[in-house]
């Protein structure tokens, strides 16, 4: 099967080698191809990655910082469907963090086709062995949950993209991720887009790598930190930012949920939690 994995990076010059490593050595059955977007590191990885060009295929797109990750998963979703052939059976959505367990894709593609052709999610475990990332299901207006391993006959809604195998047609169909997105709520949006495309999307019955979780400490939920710092981390690009999270909430689930879900971070602040 010949897969195009798309992933951005910035100054993670180990981690990004592994994840190409773990992915192309634990599944010799596929032939990948990658899209990478550089987000103007400093560390050496655009210089590591253009010497691993000589054993893997890889296209390297070099930003300058102002990507971040929905940002850099536009560029490399455009350029792949703008520049490369079409040839491919699926493009594989993943993040360079992620340390892939053998025969992953290679199980994911087997459910795929078990499951009509469905979007399969690779679900991330941490470092003991608990589910970390993976698809989600909305269950009551934009609140969520995460699914189990045993729930992976369930259809669910979105996912976190560590790790996404979507067949080269829905890709196709459905574009790159929204451009208003320059961090977060990116990947959300485009498994939503996915689904009203009319795919099926499930997650994958066992784990496909290994991934920790972020730690909120020092980010805008962090409740050690003083109300005006969180508000300033908030409206941050790697927070939430208001414009960004009322765009995702107006366009996914209508104007009320957007105004209700703009004021409700504001709220948890003042009301310290």
């Known amino acids: 099967m010949k897969v195009l994995a798309i992933f951005t990076c910035f100054n993670r010059k180990e981690k990004t080698k592994k994840c190409i490593e773990t992915l192309t050595a634990g599944n010799p059955e596929c032939d990948f191809t990658f899209v990478v977007a550089d987000d103007g590191s400093t560390d050496g990885t655009y210089e590591m990655l253009q010497n691993m060009q000589s054993d893997y295929s890889i296209y390297i ?78 269950i009551s207006g934009y609140k969520y949950k995460k699914l189990r391993l045993d729930e992976w006959k369930i259809k669910t809604d979105t996912f976190n993209a560590n790790c996404v195998l979507i067949p080269y047609k829905a890709f196709e169909k459905v574009g790159a991720i929204d451009s208003f997105y320059k961090h977060a709520l990116g990947d959300f949006d485009y498994g939503l887009s996915l689904k009203r495309a009319g795919y099926s999307i499930y997650q994958s019955n066992f784990f496909a790598g290994t991934c920790n979780n972020n730690d909120n400490k020092g980010t805008w939920t962090d409740r050690s930190l003083k109300r005006t710092e969180r508000i300033k981390r908030k409206e941050s690009i790697k927070g939430a930012p208001t414009k960004q999270w009322f765009y995702f909430l107006n366009k996914n689930f209508g104007v009320f949920s957007a105004i209700k879900g703009s004021v409700t971070p504001f709220v948890r602040i003042i009301i310290g939690k």
């Open 61 to 138: 797109l070099r930003g300058n910082g102002s990507w971040f990750y929905s940002g850099g998963m536009n560029a490399g979703m455009n350029y792949a469907l703008q520049n490369l052939p079409h040839n491919f059976d699926y493009m594989l959505m993943m993040n360079d963090d992620v340390e892939f367990h053998d025969k992953c894709i290679q199980k994911m593609i087997v459910q795929s086709n078990e499951q009509d052709n469905a979007i399969i999610v690779g679900a991330m475990c941490d470092e003991t062995n608990k589910l970390s990332y993976g698809a989600v299901k909305y």
